[in-house]
């Protein structure tokens, strides 16, 4: 669905070049939630700017659905926007129009005549749960409410890509949780393709089945969520599940354990317990269920002086869980 290459955008400030994305490549698949993680000014924005070229690259090649947005100009590029959604952070209403007619807007721009944007209308606010709050103006709605207004908004051209600016980052946790629930039920239900950028690991985990975490314009880590968080060098694996500091237990060594997927079972402490007669402890982790995958990371301590060490750490890794002494 998104296929980017080599992509580079840099800005000025001050008489000094900034770059913002550099040389980047990024592919997501169709169907895919693909999240970019990073902190402020990582280039995140930027980048997702330069999919649908509201920023046009200086280097590099964004193709969507088959077609290179950066080949093209003017109105085949306008035409071409039509097929991408935009979800904004902050909502992007108009003050002075009703629900109903901030998702009209854009159909209006698009120059559907009014009987059937009328109809279209109906169907996108009762796709978001909306449909009785069609005449309430942005003023009169929470914030949820808003942002599922922004999503009605974002489909009324019948995308088959969204791009979603932060789009919980304003939210409370609950409202969040619901909209992460919708976005990733119209996904399935329409087929959709979302490439999001966020800070929230919230939402990597209700929500992506893919990532990269976006460093001073580069990525340092990509592919899918289960396959970096079994990974123990995993910066995703640590972010999702941090561990804290290392304690210490006396007479005891303690290691950090990653499970995902088909071996995303932490029965295996009982297992341990039972086949190497290890007094085995949960230190600290979790085991979660994830938008793609169980997973989770336990720090364990087991005995230094103990005989079958060495075996129950090979049995681990023999079975697939990610093991690496913690520090």
Same mark, same amino acid.
């Given at each position: 669905m998104i296929r980017i290459e080599g992509l580079r955008k840099t800005f000025h400030s001050r008489g000094r070049p900034v770059t913002a994305v550099d040389g980047v490549d990024l592919t997501v698949a169709e169907g895919e939630v693909f999240g970019v993680v990073g902190r402020s000014g990582a280039g995140k924005s930027t980048l997702l700017r330069c999919v649908n070229l509201l920023e046009r690259p200086d280097e590099g090649h964004v193709t969507v659905d088959g077609v290179e947005l950066t080949a093209l100009r003017d109105d085949r590029l306008r035409q071409a926007r039509q097929g991408i959604g935009m979800i904004h952070q902050h909502f992007a209403l108009l003050a002075s129009r009703t629900a109903a007619d901030n998702v009209s807007f854009a159909l209006e721009v698009m120059g559907v005549p009014r009987r059937e944007r009328a109809v279209r209308v109906a169907e996108l606010l009762d796709l978001v749960g909306l449909a009785d709050r069609a005449g309430a103006y942005p003023a009169q709605l929470s914030g949820g409410q808003k942002q599922r207004v922004g999503i009605a908004r974002a489909l009324a051209s019948r995308p088959r890509l969204l791009l979603s600016d932060e789009a919980t980052s304003a939210l409370d946790p609950d409202t969040t949780g619901a909209i992460l629930s919708l976005l990733r039920g119209l996904t399935q239900r329409l087929g959709l393709t979302i490439l999001l950028i966020t800070h929230e690991m919230e939402v990597v985990k209700r929500l992506c089945d893919a990532v990269a975490i976006m460093r001073d314009g580069r990525f340092v880590e990509s592919g899918p969520v289960a396959e970096l968080i079994s990974r123990?060098?995993? *910066? =995703?694996?640590?972010?999702?599940?941090?561990?804290g500091p290392v304690p210490t237990v006396p007479g005891h060594l303690l290691y950090d354990v990653?499970?995902?997927?088909?071996?995303?079972?932490?029965?295996?402490?009982?297992?341990?317990?039972?086949?190497?007669?290890?007094?085995?402890?949960?230190?600290?982790?979790?085991?979660? *269920? =994830?938008a793609a995958t169980r997973a989770g990371r336990l720090r364990i301590a087991l005995p230094e002086a103990a005989p079958g060490l060495a075996d129950a750490l090979g049995d681990l890794r023999t079975a697939g869980f990610g093991v690496e002494a913690a520090r």
């Open positions: 123990t060098d995993s *910066q =995703l694996a640590r972010d999702i599940f941090p561990l990653t499970l995902a997927g088909t071996v995303g079972d932490e029965a295996f402490v009982s297992r341990l317990t039972r086949r190497h007669d290890l007094d085995v402890r949960i230190v600290a982790g979790a085991v979660e *269920q =994830l």
